[in-house]
């Protein structure tokens, strides 16, 4: 099956600097990588996805970038705030399959 | 609220004793998912419906655990003679094409 790794596990930035969590995935098949956000007692909110046809997407101050090749892809908040502190999760799956998930990474924007 | 919406959202239940949780999904989506997430990992799947079918089981889903869709719309997964280790998050998510979007989760402590 698939295995998705996710680093780091923990990032502390400053407000108004960017962030980039990475992952990989070992599943050439797979070709939809979404990105969670989860802040304490909730269930994960989806912010941003990609899917396989494409090497980057962005939507305001979030950007996903995708290497098919070398099966990896990349989460980017540029001018963080303290309300993007929160943690993150990474996964992959093949159209209609389940989803496998990164391990998460705890992120921290310090006022 | 249009979105996927779980209950109970807390449980806390004696060791042995049976507990069900429910889950109604996002109304166009056919697909349905249950995931169990402790704490500091990231979501790992248990199983997943199309309409009504229960299309695959993860090797988590012991004999103890079984869902049900029976209709197609909203789907309960019932843990039976729970033990400590069955103390999680369990997550409900659903989709109509690729995205996936979660509940709020049942966090069931077993005690």
């Known amino acids: 099956g698939e295995n998705v790794e996710q680093h780091p596990s923990t990032l502390s930035v400053q407000e108004g600097d960017s962030a980039v969590i990475k992952c990989t995935y070992s599943?050439?098949?797979?070709?939809?990588f979404p990105w969670y956000k989860q802040e304490l007692g909730k269930g994960p909110q989806l912010i941003i996805d990609?899917?396989?046809?494409?090497g980057e997407k962005k939507d305001q101050r979030i950007a996903v970038t995708l290497n098919k090749t070398a099966k990896h892809f990349s989460l980017h908040i540029t001018e963080t705030q303290p309300e993007d502190s929160a943690v993150y999760f990474c996964?992959?799956?093949?159209?209609?399959?389940?989803?496998?998930f990164g391990t998460g990474t705890s992120l921290t924007v310090i006022p | 609220d249009t979105g996927v919406s779980q209950n109970p959202r807390h449980k806390i239940t004696k060791r042995g004793q049976n507990v069900t949780f429910r889950c109604d999904p996002i109304?166009?989506?056919?697909?349905l998912y249950w995931y169990r997430q402790t704490l500091g990992q990231g979501p790992e799947f248990l199983t997943y419906?199309?309409?009504?079918?229960?299309?695959?089981k993860s090797r988590l889903l012991s004999d103890r655990f079984s869902a049900e869709r029976p209709k197609g719309s909203f789907s309960t997964l019932e843990i039976q003679r729970t033990e400590q280790g069955d103390s999680a998050m369990y997550l409900c998510?659903?989709?109509?094409?690729?995205?996936?979007?979660f509940g709020q989760g049942t966090r069931l402590t077993v005690v």
């Open positions: 990609i899917r396989s046809n494409v």
């Open positions: 996964a992959a799956s093949y159209t209609g399959n389940q989803f496998y």
């Open positions: 998510a659903s989709n109509g094409d690729t995205e996936a979007f």
């Open positions: 419906f199309q309409n009504e079918a229960q299309l695959e």
């Open positions: 599943d050439s098949a797979s070709n939809y």
């Open positions: 109304s166009e989506h056919n697909r």
